[in-house]
């Protein structure tokens, strides 16, 4: 479906936007044409009443369309100045684009980067990756957010004992386990909705969907944490982690205006350069979600002590104490290197415009 009687610069920024990754593949965004300019908002039921307004995974996810419609403009030619990001005028806008289309060049395929970017589950090999390319990544930066990352297997093996403490603690939290559960797509009718996780994109061994099946529903699974389901879900999840060339670290501050939005940019800065050079990507957020968590209060009382450890384990393993893990990737040349590809949602569930044909 086009955008019928839209620019077509607009129609070509919201089509970048919607590439944007986001937790689950929730889509917690939303575009306005108003005749002038182009608006992004966050989504009243898919962002607001979903994770929430002020989440970090919904605020990357804007980040990271905000970071597409940036490379997108820059593809159109526009001015530098035709995005503006932040909100000035506190009505929710998290990016504007005003454009008078001056210079307009016919329009190609959307930037292959952009369009090209994608989650792969699978395994990885373990080969070092190229030290200039990894510079080159390192290098990348959306400030306060930076990016660190760790090749060494030592160092590797203690960030992937955090994700494993982190991971069992979150198969032993509802919320999150029904979050994850009403996201998972099984069936073919499921998954032309166009939301949410085909279970074809998580690579998962024989015997895996059936598994993950069985331990859908709250009650079996808390069954299965008697007899140490979380462990077991929470050790493969960690031993994948080991499975990879690198892993990328985005750190900083743990909360501040913008940051997680910065965050996002800078995911998708990071993802992009490494699969374009072949690299696969693969984010582990449930580490930051513990920790977002214990920020919010949110972590249940018997869970506290763990995750404050936790807390620590990373303050040692950045060295910082102002700083936090915004996000973690798992990166290495493919063994699977085209896997199955999440859906979009159509078009009109994430754009709608003001003006009348
Ligand atoms: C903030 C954020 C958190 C994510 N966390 C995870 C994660 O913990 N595990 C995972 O496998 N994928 C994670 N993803 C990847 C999404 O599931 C993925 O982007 C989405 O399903 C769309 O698929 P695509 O990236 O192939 O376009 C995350 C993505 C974002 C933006």
């Excluded at 030619?77 to 210079?103: F, H, I, K, N, S």
């Excluded at 997680?260 to 998708?268: D, I, K, M, S, W």
């Excluded at 690299?279 to 249940?300: C, I, N």
């Amino acid at each position: 479906m086009s955008l019928r009687g839209i620019p077509d610069w607009v129609d070509y920024l919201v089509r970048s936007g919607l590439h944007a990754p986001s937790a689950d593949n929730s889509q917690p965004w939303r575009f306005v044409w108003d005749g002038h300019s182009l608006e992004l908002f966050m989504h009243e039921e898919r962002g607001k009443d979903g994770l929430g307004a002020d989440h970090p995974a919904n605020l990357m996810a804007l980040g990271a369309v905000v970071e597409n419609l940036s490379q997108a403009a820059g593809a159109l030619g526009m001015p530098a100045d035709a995005l503006q990001t932040g909100d000035p005028t506190g009505t929710g806008c998290m990016a504007r684009v005003v454009w008078d289309a001056a210079g307009l060049q016919p329009l190609g395929a959307l930037p292959a980067g952009v369009q090209q970017r994608h989650t792969n589950r699978g395994p990885f090999a373990t080969t070092a990756l190229d030290p200039e390319l990894l510079a080159a990544v390192a290098a990348l930066q959306e400030a306060p957010v930076r990016v660190v990352i760790v090749t060494e297997r030592q160092q590797r093996e203690r960030w992937s004992a955090l994700v494993r403490k982190a991971s069992e603690l979150r198969f032993q939290t509802e919320e999150i386990h029904r979050w994850l559960a009403g996201s998972l797509r099984f069936t073919p009718e499921e998954v032309a909705r166009g939301d949410g996780l085909d279970v074809a994109t998580l690579l998962l061994p024989p015997g895996g969907e059936s598994l993950l099946r069985l331990s859908l529903d709250w009650r079996r699974m808390e069954l299965l944490n008697r007899f140490g389901g979380c462990k077991l879900f929470a050790m493969l999840e960690a031993a994948m982690l080991k499975n990879c060339a690198a892993l990328v670290v985005l750190t900083g501050p743990p909360a501040g205006f913008g940051v997680e939005v910065a965050a996002g940019r800078l995911l998708q800065r990071v993802w992009i350069a490494l699969n374009e050079e072949g690299v696969a990507v693969h984010p582990y957020f449930v580490l930051p979600d513990q920790l977002y968590r214990l920020r919010r209060g949110r972590v249940a009382p018997e869970f506290v002590h763990e995750v404050r450890r936790i807390e620590a384990g990373v303050g040692e393993l950045l060295a910082s104490r102002n700083e936090t893990v915004l996000m973690l990737l798992r990166v290495g040349v493919p063994r699977v290197a085209d896997p199955a590809r999440s859906r979009r949602l159509p078009l009109a569930r994430s754009f709608s415009t003001l003006v009348s044909h």
